[in-house]
């Protein structure tokens, strides 16, 4: 028989045994990195933003936590009766005693399979090439016709067809409608993609559809759905899914686009941005025409003066110049010359005038003249008794020889 301890031992407190509990869980590496897999139950979604459920399987359920900074990274719709997979830690929650699975990551079951299928289709298509960057084709700046592979029903056309008709409505848009989800999907995508390459005037393809889960998304995983989009002739923009989607479509496609609506801007043009290229395409083209048209007039200016130079009309307008110039230095001469002569001709009128037989009057000598006119110029024309006219400045009179001195004889 066992024998009691003298002195009993000390009990522990709930809280102390519930955080030794809690420390084991965080301890056990196997506890902080695991996959649980199961169905949802009892979901709940408070306003704090936080998401609460049971997680159970035919024999045991587990209750599981989603912080609000985790759930808004969701991409399941997560739902009562949902096969899911979950990933985090387990650990203690303290206050009810009870362990949980606090979840950072989820996805539908059967989502395990489907990425390890993804990786290793991915690597194989990898290596022959498929993905290559130097199989990439430029995708037209302006494409005249472009063609769209997607659902009719699906929210992905009706913005793809919106974002076109807004920012591009010059391009002509043909549908090639496809099934984008379930085991139909691979082989109409395959056969809308290869219409659209049978189209000669087809300038680039966009293929794509809305979000969902990696099951949604697979279609575009399909190795059938790759090869042709690798195959194409004409070039292709992927929109497949959200910005965080990535299917082997992405890597064979041209250009990967994060939305379909991404996909619809890459492919068209802001047609503000083409009138404005048009505006400024025209200021050069004015300012270019004006430049040749000025130097086409200068060079035209410049034939002309060179043909009026040596045109008959612009010769006799030199000679007509020239002409005129002689004319002036002509009468210019004339008017010298004239001016001389008439110089000369005021002082021979003054010498003459001072010659003149008035002028000699004028100074008091008198003309003798015998009766029969002539001029008596000696003593030795007259004699004693002679009459003779004597003629003065203001007249004449006639007078009679009295006595003839000649020339040296005292008188």
Known sequence: MAQLPLLPQLAISVTEITRYLRQLFESDEVLQDVWVAGEISNLSRPVSGHIYFSMKDESAALRCVIWKSNAMRLRVALQNGLAIEAHGYISLYERDGQYQLYIDALRAAGEGYLYQEFLRLKARLEAEGLFAPERKRPIPSRP??????????????????????????????????????????????????????????????????????????????????????????????????HETDFTLVDFAADVRAPTPTGAAVLVAPDVADIALELQNAGSRLVSSFQGRLGAYRAALADLAHRLLRTSPAWRIQGDEQRLDALVQRLESGLSHELLLLRARLEGLEQRLVSLSPKAVLQRGYAVVRRPNGEVVRSTAQVGVGQELTIQVVDGKFDARVEKVVPAGQGG
């Not at 591009?168 to 219409?195: D, F, K, S, T």
């Open 144 to 241: 005249r016709r472009i063609g769209i592979v997607t659902s009719v029903t699906g929210a992905a056309l009706q913005d793809m067809l919106n974002t076109l008709g807004r920012r591009y409505p010059l391009a002509e848009v043909i549908l090639a409608p496809a099934a984008v989800q379930g085991a139909e999907a691979p082989p109409e995508l395959v056969a809308a993609l290869q219409a659209l390459n049978r189209l000669e005037a087809i300038d680039v393809i966009l293929i794509g559809r809305g979000g969902g889960s990696l099951e949604d998304l697979w279609a575009f995983n399909d190795e059938r759905v790759v090869r042709a989009v690798a195959t194409s002739r004409v070039p292709v923009i992927s929109g497949v899914g």
